[in-house]
């Protein structure tokens, strides 16, 4: 049974920092895409960032690019989203995912986590 648990979500003020972190079991996360989503209120689920099966290197939707890094401790079998310069339209559930190739399309991935909540205020 593959299980992904975030953790690391919380309340804190535009132009902070938090990391999210993605533990799996069950599942092997050097052998597969790993990415992370989030969900606004009243919005679709968006793709955030992703890192590749191959190689591990990673990709990331526009709007975070230069501020969130994703990265992969694979001796933990864990995922992180490390996440600067936050400001208020980051603010949604984020949620972590795996699947083989990855990719920027939910049908990319076929585990995913529970989420963590992460409001950032004004």
């Known amino acids: 049974q593959v299980q992904l648990v975030e953790s690391g979500g919380g309340l804190v003020q535009a132009g902070g920092s938090l990391r999210l972190s993605c533990a799996a079991s069950?599942?092997?996360?050097?052998?597969?895409?790993m990415g992370w989503f989030r969900q606004a209120p009243g919005k679709e689920r968006d793709f955030v960032a992703g890192i590749r099966r191959s190689g591990g290197s990673s990709y990331y939707t526009d709007a975070v690019k230069g501020r969130f890094t994703i990265s992969r401790d694979n001796a933990e079998n864990t995922v992180y989203l490390q996440m600067n310069s936050l400001q208020p339209e980051d603010t949604g559930v984020y949620y972590c995912?795996?699947?083989?190739?990855?990719?920027?399309?939910?049908?990319?991935?076929?585990?995913w986590g529970q989420g963590t909540q992460v409001t950032v205020s004004s």
């Open positions: 995912a795996s699947g083989y190739s990855g990719g920027y399309y939910q049908p990319d991935y076929d585990y």
């Open positions: 069950g599942r092997i996360i050097s052998y597969y895409a």
